[in-house]
């Protein structure tokens, strides 16, 4: 009960209250709406301010805020603030300590005039707090006199705790968000001087970064103390003095400080001014390229004059002193009716290069450079489209790295730089020394590199770079030096255009190598006379590592030109080959003595003696990798043609047409199914073997899979009968080149003119056979068959035959033979050996000639005796073969009775010989009583029997007896 | 008894004699000697070879058993060094040789202990003598190489006595060789004579 009671005096009580309340609220409410109140309000603070106040309109909202619109205050007539609405929200506990708690000022314009803001005299006091300032995209008219004013748009404010009533004149904290920062500034009057302090304080959320090392939280990453003095009747003296420590601007900070003296004419309309500012660290970026971190410290210093009524600044001196070099400028900067540069000098001295790398394209950056810059600028012209003039040279810089060394390089770049576009023209640039050593040990080099260039650079498009480029004595050299290139001059015409955004670069032009000299492996090649030439157009493709060629034509003086299109993929890792090669009119004769000849023909000396013509034209398809690639297309030789310098025998004019597919390393295995060979022709219009001529033939040929192979069987019409050559067959000509085979076949070859065009002993007869299968491997030439030949009346069965070494100087023939009715008469008549007759026999086995002379054999031939064969030998082959068996004239041995007689009667006459390592084992056709019977007589006279008492004989005695036989004419018998 | 068979024993081992079959080290070095000095006399040092000495059979270089009785060495003879093959060769590299000089010479080609020539170095060379001295070189050794061969197949020697043709001929080359020309010794060090 007792509760009951209290309660209900307590409900009533809060509900009076509350009805108060409401009813104040009301009554405020209506009041704030009264026109009455307005008036009043406005007058009240008109009489405090000494400003005329005009509001539109004042309203009341929930639970204080007073909301003005329409607010103008004026000064004497001149506008100081012009708001479409300012909000004033009032706390009954700030109210108590006089302080606002927020005014937000929307889209207010408030006008300053200069001149009275700094006559400090005209400062009044409210001695009125502002917890909360928020201006809102607000507008400052800084009016400097003669109704000129500056203006600065968009101005949003947040200050905490603005202070105007006490003799400090004004504090508050500012949020800074595009610094990050927060700003306490606080502004200071006193009589004819005002001094303002500013502090920056780094944030991170609402929190103040703490300074790095520093236990001074007030001290602030930016500090500046402005001190303003009427110096009647000069005018004013502002003195500005500060420090920035590891102050960010954006990802940067920078370390310094800085001070300046600016003296303002009381007429308000020149301010000079002079200044220094001093920098330990700093960074900054240019574009989009950030420089690097400078720790050295630099100083500037400059002086000017700004013309306020002008609104026109003039930089008499600023110096500049720092780590990245020295400048001198002078300048004027207009800012009205925008910010104009006009007259605009700057001298650049002692710049280092390093300090410029960072602008370099991204591969260059690692380089390490040595060397100043210098440069002289001229730039004129509105903000930001300043048009910047100048050229900026160097001299002896030096750029090293592990790879890379140019030393004594010299620029020149006059350029012109205008709303964010570069032109370059007439760029030079010097070197006098490159050096590039590549990953496998590879070495390029050069005495001298000169370019002229002209370079073009506009926003949102590509570099373009022009000119012409001249290499002096360059050199390169392989790692393990078996490819070296030296005293190259080469000069080049380039059209360069590198799409950063695209990572694509393009490449035209064309160069000229006027000499140089060149070792690959055994090759030398001199390049004066041959004077190699590209003309170029491709496209380098970053993104994919791709090359893509749309022309490259490669030419050598006397050789002809290759035009190449296609891409490389894989550019700098493993290149991978998809290109298309076509010459039109290649000179074989050219390519094989300048490639061939010269390189050879110490290993092989015939190919000193060949002679080659004609013209060729092909194209193929390259695919694959350095290692292993393919090639497909098609080979054409026109009038070609392949003779001995000598003219002993000759090949063409021909003509072959022939699709061609290689492989390198290796062909595809024979296993592998393979569509249709396509073959060629190989249409031979003459050929001449000495005085011998071969008719035209045509025949079909395929080069398939490194196989090259004639498939047809190739007569040739010869001596007055026909070879023929069927399956003619490179396995793989690319690699084993020396692998060949072949069968052979022979009719009615005539010896008479065979053996005259060998320079032989001219004999008649004819040479028939068949070899079905002739190999070659590597040195090794073997037959399988047999060859006959039909000569003095008899046969010669040769098999088989081996030749080694057939393109070198130790050139070898193997053979035997089988000797068959062989009439002596005729032989010895062809041999000029004297009269024998009779019919002989046998066998030479093991023969090896070597370089044209015997170098083994072993022989067994002897006369055999048939019905109606004759044995006679007349006295001329008795003494040659006399002189032959003893080395002395027979003279003395066929005295007495022989000199009767022209000719004797035999029995017998033959030999068994051996030779080798150049003695010459000869014995008889008998042996009696330890004699070797060369020639057994008859029973009846004339007959003679020779013997043999030197079996053996030398190499060099064989030669003496065969040189005697052969200039012994007439018979010495006596 | 025993004395009797110890006797026998005795004279039955000391009867053994062992011939060995050789490479006859001293004919090679007379051949390579005379061989040297067709193709590269002539204004060179001549050579100081102690005659009499190379005359002497040489140790044995090889022998196919050893034993404890006194082995009869038989009796050498000169070998054989002249067919059609070797002539050429012969000729090749005579006639190589006045080429081949100015770059020993210079110092940029060497004997090697093989008995072939090879590049020491290409300091001071143009890339044309660089080329010509390679070529000259590889064509040099090439000949030289089937030189030692045939010397082998002449005389019926076996496959695995070119090694020890290589060596006595490089030491007659060596021996041969003017002064100031590089020599390789048989360590591999390149000395100048």
């Given at each position: 009960m007792y509760g009951h009671f209290m309660r209900r005096p307590a409900i009533r009580t809060l509900s009076i209250l509350a009805v108060l309340l409401l009813s104040a609220y009301i009554g405020l409410y209506l009041l704030a709406k009264s026109q009455r109140f307005q008036r009043w309000l406005t007058a009240q603070l008109a009489q405090r301010t000494g400003y005329t106040i005009e509001v539109g309109g004042l309203s009341l909202q929930l639970p204080l805020r007073f909301v003005a619109s329409g607010v103008q205050v004026f000064k004497s007539a001149e506008p100081i603030l012009q708001a479409p609405q300012i909000v004033i929200t009032l706390s009954p506990w700030d109210f108590i300590s006089k302080t606002i708690h927020r005014i937000q000022l929307n889209q207010p314009i408030l006008y300053f005039d200069a001149r009275q803001l700094l006559d400090s005299s005209t400062q009044g006091s409210l001695g009125v707090a502002i917890r909360h300032l928020t201006i809102y995209e607000g507008a400052l008219i800084l009016k400097t006199g003669d109704a000129r004013s500056i203006d600065f748009r968009s101005v949003s404010l947040s200050a905490n705790?603005?202070?105007?009533?006490?003799?400090?004149?004004l504090t508050f904290r500012a949020e800074l968000p595009w610094l990050k920062s927060q700003a306490e500034i606080s502004v200071r009057s006193q009589a004819g001087e005002a001094e303002a302090e500013i502090r920056i304080h780094h944030t991170l959320g609402n929190r103040v970064l703490a300074l790095p090392?520093?236990?001074?939280?007030?001290?602030?990453?930016f500090r500046a103390n402005v001190k303003l003095r009427k110096?009647?009747?000069?005018g004013w003296v502002v003195v500005a003095a500060g420090d920035l420590n590891q102050f960010m601007i954006g990802p940067d900070t920078t370390t310094g400080e800085f001070d300046i003296k600016t003296e303002i004419d009381p007429a308000f309309q020149e301010a000079a001014f002079a200044g220094r500012l001093a920098v330990t660290e700093f960074t900054r970026r240019m574009g989009s390229i950030g420089l690097t971190k400078a720790t050295q410290p630099a100083t500037a210093t400059f002086g000017g004059h700004y013309s306020i009524s002008d609104q026109l600044l003039h930089l008499h001196a600023v110096h500049l002193q720092s780590a990245w070099g020295t400048a001198e400028a002078t300048a004027a900067v207009g800012f009205a009716p925008r910010v104009n540069l006009a007259k605009g000098r700057a001298t650049l001295r002692q710049i280092p290069i390093e300090a410029l790398q960072?602008?370099?394209?991204e591969p260059l950056r690692a380089l390490a450079v040595k060397g100043i810059v210098e440069s002289e600028l001229e730039f004129a012209g509105p903000w930001p489209t300043v048009e910047i003039k100048g050229i900026a040279r160097s001299h002896d810089a030096q750029i090293a790295s592990e790879k890379l060394s140019l030393a004594r390089l010299s620029f020149s770049a006059p350029f012109v730089w205008t709303n964010g576009s570069v032109l370059a023209r007439e760029v030079q640039i010097q070197a006098n020394s490159l050096s590039v050593n590549r990953r496998d040990r590879a070495t390029f080099a050069a005495d001298e590199i000169r370019i002229n260039a002209v370079l073009e650079k506009k926003p949102a498009d590509a570099l373009n770079a022009s000119g012409k480029m001249r290499i002096l004595r360059g050199r390169f050299a392989a790692g393990d030096g078996s490819k070296v290139g030296e005293k190259i001059d080469l000069n080049a015409h380039f059209d360069t255009r590198v799409a950063a955004e695209k990572q694509v670069t393009s490449l035209a032009g064309n160069l000229r190598i006027d000499q140089g000299e060149l070792l690959w492996g055994r090759f030398f090649g001199d390049l004066r006379a041959r004077r190699p030439a590209a003309d170029f157009d491709l496209d380098y493709a970053a993104a994919d590592d791709t090359l893509r060629l749309r022309r490259l034509s490669v030419s050598l003086a006397g050789i002809g030109s290759v035009d190449i299109t296609g891409n490389v993929e894989r550019v700098t890792e493993s290149p991978l080959l998809r290109l298309d090669l076509k010459t039109d009119d290649l000179q074989p004769a050219g390519a094989f003595d300048y490639f061939i000849r010269d390189t050879l023909k110490r290993s092989y000396p015939i190919l000193d003696r060949l002679r080659i013509a004609g013209r060729m034209n092909f194209s193929v398809r390259l695919d694959g990798s350095a290692e292993q690639w393919t090639g497909q297309g098609n080979m054409h030789i026109r009038a070609g043609e392949v003779r001995d310098h000598s003219d002993k025998w000759q090949i063409g004019p021909f003509d072959l047409v022939l699709p061609f597919r290689v492989q390198l390393p290796v062909p595809p295995s024979r296993g592998e199914a393979l569509p249709a060979i396509p073959t060629g022709t190989l249409a031979i219009t003459s050929a001449r073997v000495g005085s011998e001529s071969i008719p035209p033939l045509r025949t079909t040929v395929a080069a398939w899979n490194n196989a090259l192979e004639f498939r047809q069987t190739i007569p040739i019409s010869i001596y007055g009968g026909t070879i023929e050559i069927g399956?003619?067959?490179?396995?793989?000509?690319?690699?084993?080149?020396e692998t060949v085979a072949f069968s052979l076949s022979a009719k009615n070859l005539q010896l008479q003119k065979l053996t005259e065009d060998l320079g032989w002993y001219r004999f008649a007869g004819t040479l028939s056979g068949s070899i079905p299968n002739v190999e070659s491997t590597g040195s090794v030439l073997r037959t399988q068959g047999e060859m006959q030949m039909e000569v003095f009346g008899g046969k010669v069965r040769i098999a088989p035959v081996e030749v080694k070494n057939?393109?070198?100087?130790?050139f070898s023939v193997r053979l035997n033979a089988r000797f068959e009715d062989i009439h002596l008469e005729l032989a010895s008549e062809t041999f000029e050996f004297g009269r024998i007759s009779g019919i002989v026999e046998g066998s030479v086995n093991d023969l090896i000639v070597t370089s044209g002379q015997p170098a083994q054999f072993i022989a067994d031939l002897q006369t055999v005796a048939k019905t109606g064969a004759s044995q006679w030998i007349s006295v001329e082959a008795l003494n040659k073969i006399t002189v032959l068996s003893?080395?002395?004239?027979?003279g003395a041995l066929y005295g007495g009775l022989a000199t009767f007689f022209d000719n004797f009667r035999y029995s017998k006459l033959g030999f068994k010989a051996t030779l080798k390592n150049d003695n010459l084992m000869l014995r008889g056709i008998e042996s009696r009583d330890g004699k070797e019977y060369l020639v057994v007589g008859t029973l009846l006279p004339p007959t003679v029997n020779i013997i043999s008492h030197t079996q053996q004989i030398g190499f060099g005695e064989l030669l003496r007896r065969l040189e005697r036989i052969t200039e012994s004419g007439s018979p010495q018998i006596k | 008894m025993w004395q009797r068979s110890l006797l026998m024993a005795t004279l039955l081992v000391s009867a053994c004699v062992t011939v060995n079959i050789y490479f006859p080290a001293a004919a090679v070095e007379r051949a390579a000697d005379q061989i040297v000095k067709e193709t590269?006399?002539?204004?060179?040092?001549p050579p100081k070879r102690n005659e009499p000495q190379s005359r002497?059979?040489?140790?044995?270089?090889?022998?196919?058993s050893w034993s404890l009785v006194p082995a009869a060495y038989a009796q050498e003879a000169d070998i054989n060094v002249s067919n059609p093959a070797i002539r050429a060769l012969k000729d090749s590299i005579k006639n190589r040789s006045d080429l081949i000089k100015p770059f020993m010479d210079r110092g940029s080609v060497g004997i090697n202990q093989d008995g072939l020539l090879a590049i020491r170095t290409t300091d001071g060379l143009s890339l044309k003598e660089r080329a010509e001295v390679q070529q000259l070189v590889e064509a040099e050794n090439r000949d030289r190489e089937a030189l030692y061969l045939e010397i082998a197949k002449a005389n019926n020697?076996?496959?695995?006595?070119v090694p020890k043709i290589k060596r006595i001929f490089a030491k007659s080359w060596a021996d041969q060789a003017r002064p100031g020309w590089w020599i390789q010794d048989a360590q591999g060090a390149w000395k100048r004579k």
């Open positions: 705790d603005l202070n105007l009533g006490q003799t400090i004149g090392g520093s236990n001074n939280p007030s001290r602030g990453h110096n009647k009747p000069q960072q602008f370099f394209p399956n003619l067959r490179w396995q793989d000509f690319i690699n084993h080149a057939p393109f070198s100087g130790l003893s080395g002395n004239e027979a | 590269w006399g002539g204004p060179g040092e002497i059979p040489s140790v044995p270089q090889s022998t196919e020697f076996a496959r695995d006595a």
